[in-house]
């Protein structure tokens, strides 16, 4: 599969390619940035895939703190059919994949550094009659080749300790786990997104687990333990765990779920 193709963005230019490397991603999207903090240019190129059930999303930030990654953007990726979500406090790479193209860039996925750094970015392209002819089946494949590309046309003879783009799996694979979600179940879920277990909720409103249960049970949010048409309205959604060979099945609540029925 030829790859002969190295382009130099900077600014605008380089928000636009990382928008269409998004966008035009058909099975796998890697991204992996310290910090996120989506601008509309990037929910909207995340939004027009929502619904795509063939299409991998791996992400890897810093931590899944505010501060460093959006709440608002959180909760955008979590509505993806298939996503998984990564943390590593020692993550300053940020690097942007998808099955045709590789962005190397100073930018991180986050408003600020859109609107006010200088920020530089190089893209690794892929010869349209290569992807046509041999169909790309994973980005491990990608990874493998780009580096050979990266040596021959950056780095001249000179030799690597270390080949960059083979360590991004391994990368992702080590980093702690904060979300995953295959085919629409979520799997695994340490995101601060603003929804609560009925124990914690409970807690939180000072009200014990019973009394919980049954005022939620009244207003017909939950019915016989299943949700109702009512309460999917209300943000109410079913949260699924799964470890090792058990596998355990809960529903979560807005934190702020509104208990007087006035709505």
Known sequence: MARDDIFFFTQNELVNELEKLISE???????????????????YALRKRIDSSDWKVKVLCRSVQE??????????????????IRSNENLHAKVYV?????????????????LHNIE??????????????????????????????????????TKIGVDPFKELPHLF?????????ENGVIIEDNLPTGKLSATKLS???????????????????????????K????????????????????????EDLNLDGSN
């Open 25 to 43: 991603s058909k099975k796998e999207l890697w991204l992996f940035t310290p910090y996120i903090n989506l601008n509309q240019k990037f929910e």
């Open 67 to 84: 501060k460093d990654f959006a709440l608002k953007s959180q909760k955008l990726f979590c509505e993806l059919s298939d996503i998984e």
């Open 98 to 114: 998808n099955d045709f193209d590789i962005l190397i860039t100073s930018m991180n996925l986050y408003s600020h550094s859109i």
């Open 120 to 157: 530089f970015g190089v893209k690794i392209g892929y010869n349209n009659k290569g992807i046509i002819g041999n169909p790309i089946e994973s980005l491990g494949e990608i990874a493998t080749d780009a580096a050979g590309l990266i040596s021959r046309k950056l780095l001249g003879k």
């Open 173 to 181: 694979r080590i980093s702690k786990p904060e979300f995953k979600k």
């Open 203 to 229: 807690k939180k409103l000072g009200i014990s687990k019973s009394d919980f249960d049954q005022k939620i049970e009244s207003l017909g949010l939950v019915n016989d333990k299943v949700i109702t048409s």
């Open 231 to 254: 309460g999917k309205s209300a943000g109410l959604s079913i949260r699924i765990w799964k470890k090792e060979n058990e596998t355990s099945k809960y529903i979560v609540y807005p």
